[in-house]
Every structure is written in C-alpha cells, then in structure tokens.
C-alpha cells in the first residue's frame, strides 16, 4: 500500500517538473505617456504576446479629465490587465515594475486551450519625451507564466 502511494507521489512530482518546463512566451511591452496644456494626461499600454495565439495584441490607454477630475481605463481586449508597482522617482526617469495578465490561445500537453498568463519585469520610463516636452516612455519583455491573481484593472 505504501509502496503505491510513494510511486504514485513520484508520477506528481514528474507531472509537475513537466508543467514547469512549459515555455509560455512572453510579451514585449510599450508603455508610454504624456499631457496637454490643458490638463489631460495619458497613458498608453501596448503588449505583444509572442506564444502560439495569432494577434493577441493588447493595448490600452488610460486618461485623465481635468474637466470632469475623473479617469478612464480603455483596453481592446477584456482579458488583460496590467499593474505599476514599487515606482521609484527620479529626475529624468522612473523604474517600477510592471505586471501583466491575459488569456491567451495556446496549446498545453497537444491540446488547444484558453490559459491566463502573467508576468512581472521591470521597465524604466524616461522623461521629456515629446514635443513638449511632457511625455516619457520605456519598453521591457515580460516572460510569461501560468498564473495568478484576479483581474487588476477595469
Ligand atoms: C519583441 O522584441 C524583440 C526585440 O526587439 C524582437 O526580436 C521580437 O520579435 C519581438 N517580439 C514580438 C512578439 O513583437
Ligand atoms: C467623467 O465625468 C463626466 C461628467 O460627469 C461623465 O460624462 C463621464 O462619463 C465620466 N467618466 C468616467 C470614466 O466616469
Ligand atoms: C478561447 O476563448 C475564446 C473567447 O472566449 C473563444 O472564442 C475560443 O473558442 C476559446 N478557445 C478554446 C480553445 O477554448
């Protein structure tokens, strides 16, 4: 009886070795910013998943009324998500990381099945992009894993 259980422990933890070589992809990442004279600020998000799903191209923008003091969070694609963490300041530029989420088309153990993945790496944005000079910008590569947390925006 022992003895099964212990073979059987040993088949899990051989599944699980095989799960955790599974290359998920990753996604490059485009995050850019910026603000007019009158107040409106934007950020735009663009993320390119390199797995096995044709065109999953995320994007969306986030934008500030100065009007109506009030923010909207825009994304083509219900299922992703991103988050901004640990921001550290500085003159020209600012390092945080970034978090994304999405459900993705990809095949797993030869079947073609709908998996949510996210992924964290830092990005560094640059100041004083633009013409006036109110922008900023970075890029970063976000490998991706099976994951996680519920939906962080929206
Ligand atoms: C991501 O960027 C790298 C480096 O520029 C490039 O080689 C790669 O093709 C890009 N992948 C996607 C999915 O855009
Ligand atoms: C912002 O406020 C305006 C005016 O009240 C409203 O029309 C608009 O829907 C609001 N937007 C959001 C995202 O709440
Ligand atoms: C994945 O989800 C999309 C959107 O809900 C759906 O159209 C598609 O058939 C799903 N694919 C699989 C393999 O379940």
């Known amino acids: 009886m022992s003895v099964r259980t212990s073979s059987c422990l ?3 933890v051989a599944a699980a070795s095989f799960a955790a070589a599974t290359d998920y992809g990753y996604w490059n990442v ?4 910026g603000a007019s004279a009158t107040g409106y600020r934007y950020h735009d998000i663009t993320a390119f998943y390199s ?9 969306c923008r986030w934008l500030y009324s100065p009007e109506f003091r009030n923010e909207t969070l825009t994304c083509n694609d219900p299922s992703f998500s991103y988050e901004l963490v ?9 390092m945080t990381d970034i978090t994304l989420q999405q459900t993705v088309e990809i095949v797993v153990v030869g ?8 992924g964290t790496a830092p990005i560094t944005l ?3 992009l633009g013409a006036n000079g109110r922008g900023f910008g970075g890029e970063t590569v976000v490998q991706a894993q099976k994951c996680c947390k519920g ?4």
């Open 10 to 12: 040993h088949l899990l």
């Open 86 to 94: 640990d921001s550290q300041r500085r003159l020209t530029y600012v």
């Open 30 to 33: 485009t995050y850019t910013g």
């Open 151 to 154: 939906r962080m925006n929206g």
């Open 126 to 128: 640059k100041y004083n």
């Open 51 to 59: 797995g096995y799903s044709p065109d999953r191209r995320a994007t």
């Open 111 to 118: 079947k073609l099945q709908n998996v949510t993945l996210g």
